[in-house]
């Protein structure tokens, strides 16, 4: 009946106004190109719509993971920094925890991603630029004094050195006299959209995939309350993919890692209840909330099909939300605290579990103090002044709602089947396959912004002269100070135990005993991240990108 009623509709009532006064474009679609009707009834959600919602906290979680979601308590407001030296970053994070700010996200600087002290002649130049810099223990303590380390959960974004940064964060831990088994928070540690998407990779695959799934089986013995891995569709999307494609992508890393730790021997239901995942959040509000529900829904279904997990908690897509950084403009950077408003609030209808919101200017530089506070006010204003915390999945059975979140389910199912066709996602992207979709995705969306198709406010339409704005800058000495700071660690401390640990490291990388054990050990001799990570690269070698034209 609503489905005829429509129709005569179309052909009544809205053809007669259409036909009148055409409408602002031809043709409505969302950012991953699906047709956006006029107006949606109950006939427009595909059939068998109460079976696929469920309730909160039960299978199959389209409707969120807890059974309170934020009625029991908000969501992490957990604001991503670092910059610099650890001392400057300490600082940083003080400042945050005192302005409500309620877990931590650490950000690291290229050389700390890449495996290379800050004294290594590919670092110079990046010391402490887009992160903060850390060569070894002493580093890692200075960066985490005062925090309670039993209280505060940390979301560390690491992949090719995760594990050394675990281990640091698990020594620390230890010093201030918190059990490894109670220390709470996530490393990315996510290598395949690094392939992908992003760049900050240094092994080939296969043993990249080893020491994940090491990290698996050393999480679930020894740290039980840490996420292993966030599975990361968020730089996915900076890179410039659909939504439709940061879903599928993102899932089948997903699928390729929890393959690979069946494989390796581990019970599924004993790692993927700690399993996280970590999506972007756009400026298109109905996609981005249906995104988030077709998601969880997918991954239920993977993980009770496809691997047999008998756990709900195996099931549940558990994930961060980070608004847009692609989105924001250097144009009327203003402008960008209601962008980050409405992606904010996209990332709370759709049920993250915690939230970093960009500053007004990270397009000019990195956050100051001031916008970093805007970012998190926006988060306590959504979370305490909107309402929209109070009621779960508050825009669950809205027929437009529904009908996207079924069509973004439909569409990543089909790019998951190419990719099984292909063989899984590590050769999907060492075709490049992915890489290929990203770029060709991203160019489609300059072209529409370029022809107008795409209005961006301030940058190709309602443009201003903007006025002068305060930039942050990372102090150019600091760099200095850091190698300096390391040569005095390295003397100080004993050559032979380092020799030793190294050794370690490379013996258990040649053979297939655990590697977090040694590279704990190595970390606790007073190993550099650097020379952990060289004593790796004898062993593994580097990989090399594959090249897409």
Same mark, same amino acid.
């Given at each position: ?5 429509k129709?005569r ?8 106004a259409?036909?009148?006064g ?5 043709r409505?679609e ?6 956006q009707?006029?107006?949606?009834v109950?006939?427009?959600?595909r059939?068998?719509?109460e079976e696929r ?6 299978f199959?979680?389209t409707?969120?993971?807890q ?7 908000f ?7 670092g910059?610099?030296t650890a001392?400057?970053s300490?600082?940083r ?8 700010q ?5 950000a690291?600087?290229l050389p700390t991603?890449?495996g290379?002290d ?5 670092a110079?130049?990046e010391v402490g ?6 060569d070894s223990i ?28 675990l281990a ?9 006299g918190?059990?490894?088994a109670d ?12 392939y ?8 080939p695959?296969?043993p ?16 039980p309350?840490w ?5 990361s ?7 410039g ?6 879903v599928a992508f993102t899932l ?9 730790a069946?494989k390796?021997?581990l019970d599924?239901?004993?790692f993927?209840?700690r399993?996280?995942?970590f999506f972007n959040?756009?400026?298109?509000l ?5 995104k ?17 997990a008998k756990d709900?908690?195996s ?5 961060h939300t980070q608004?847009?950084?692609s989105m924001?403009t250097?144009?009327q ?6 962008r ?10 759709g049920?993250?579990?915690? *939230?970093?919101t960009?500053?007004?200017? %990270? +397009? =000019?530089?990195?956050?100051?103090e001031?916008? !970093?506070?805007?970012? #998190? $006010?926006?988060q ?14 508050p *825009?669950?059975?809205s027929?437009?709602? %529904? +009908? =996207?979140?079924?069509d973004?389910?439909?569409? !990543?199912e089909?790019? #998951? $089947? ?7 996602m590590?050769?999907?992207i ?12 991203a ?15 301030g ?16 102090d150019?000495?600091l760099?200095a ?9 390295r003397r100080?401390r004993?050559a ?9 490291v ?11 054990p ?6 606790k001799?007073?190993?550099t ?11 593994f070698?580097e ?5 897409v034209?």
């Amino acid at each position: 009946m609503a489905d005829e009623k429509k129709q005569r509709w179309l052909e009544g009532t809205y053809g007669k106004a259409v036909k009148k006064g055409p409408e602002r474009r031809a043709r409505f679609e969302t950012t991953s190109g699906i047709p956006q009707q006029p107006v949606y009834v109950a006939g427009d959600a595909r059939p068998g719509l109460e079976e696929r919602l469920g309730l909160p906290g039960e299978f199959p979680f389209t409707r969120g993971v807890q059974p309170t979601m934020y009625r029991g308590r908000f969501w992490t407001m957990r604001q991503y920094a670092g910059f610099g030296t650890a001392e400057d970053s300490n600082r940083r994070y003080h400042y945050l925890l005192k302005s409500g700010q309620t877990g931590l996200s650490v950000a690291f600087d290229l050389p700390t991603q890449m495996g290379r002290d800050s004294d290594h002649p590919r670092a110079r130049g990046e010391v402490g630029k887009v992160g903060v810099a850390i060569d070894s223990i002493r580093d890692m303590s200075i960066l985490l004094d005062r925090i309670p380390l039993g209280e505060v959960s940390t979301s560390m974004t690491i992949n090719a050195t995760a594990g050394i940064l675990l281990a640091l964060y698990q020594a620390i831990g230890e010093k201030q006299g918190v059990a490894a088994a109670d220390l709470q928070g996530t490393i990315q540690n996510d290598i395949l959209k690094e392939y992908a998407a992003r760049g900050t990779y240094i092994y080939p695959p296969e043993p990249s995939l080893r020491l994940i799934t090491d990290i698996f089986a050393y999480t679930a013995k020894v740290m039980p309350k840490w996420n292993p891995i966030s599975i990361s569709g968020y730089h996915i999307r900076e890179a410039g993919s659909t939504a439709v494609q940061e879903v599928a992508f993102t899932l089948a890393d997903g699928i390729a890692y929890v393959g690979a730790a069946v494989k390796a021997g581990l019970d599924v239901d004993a790692f993927a209840g700690r399993l996280s995942f970590f999506f972007n959040a756009h400026n298109d509000l109905l996609e981005e909330v249906a995104k988030f529900r077709a998601a969880r829904r997918l991954w239920a279904r993977i993980m009770k099909e496809r691997f047999k997990a008998k756990d709900p908690r195996s099931m549940m897509l558990r994930f961060h939300t980070q608004t847009a950084g692609s989105m924001l403009t250097a144009q009327q950077p203003d402008n960008n605290i209601v962008r980050v408003t409405l992606q904010a609030l996209a990332a709370v209808l759709g049920g993250t579990q915690s *939230l970093h919101t960009n500053s007004r200017d %990270e +397009a =000019l530089g990195l956050p100051t103090e001031e916008s !970093a506070r805007i970012a #998190l $006010r926006t988060q306590q204003i959504i979370a305490n002044e909107s309402g929209v915390a109070d009621v779960i999945d508050p *825009l669950g059975g809205s027929w437009a709602i %529904e +009908a =996207l979140t079924d069509d973004i389910e439909g569409r !990543a199912e089909e790019y #998951l $089947r190419k990719i099984d066709d292909m063989g899984g996602m590590v050769h999907a992207i060492s075709q490049g396959y992915v890489q290929r979709e990203i770029q060709d995705a991203a160019y489609a969306w300059q072209r529409q912004v370029e022809a107008k198709e795409k209005v961006v406010v301030g940058v190709n339409a309602f443009r201003s002269d903007d006025p002068p704005v305060t930039v942050m800058k990372v102090d150019p000495a600091l760099e200095a100070r850091q190698v300096a700071s390391l040569a005095a660690f390295r003397r100080e401390r004993s050559a032979t135990a380092v020799k030793q640990a190294l050794e370690g490291v490379r013996t258990a990388a040649k053979g297939s005993d655990n590697l977090m054990p040694p590279i704990l050990a190595a970390v606790k001799a007073e190993a550099t991240l650097g020379e952990i990570s060289d004593a790796l690269r004898e062993v593994f070698g580097e990989y090399r990108e594959t090249v897409v034209l």
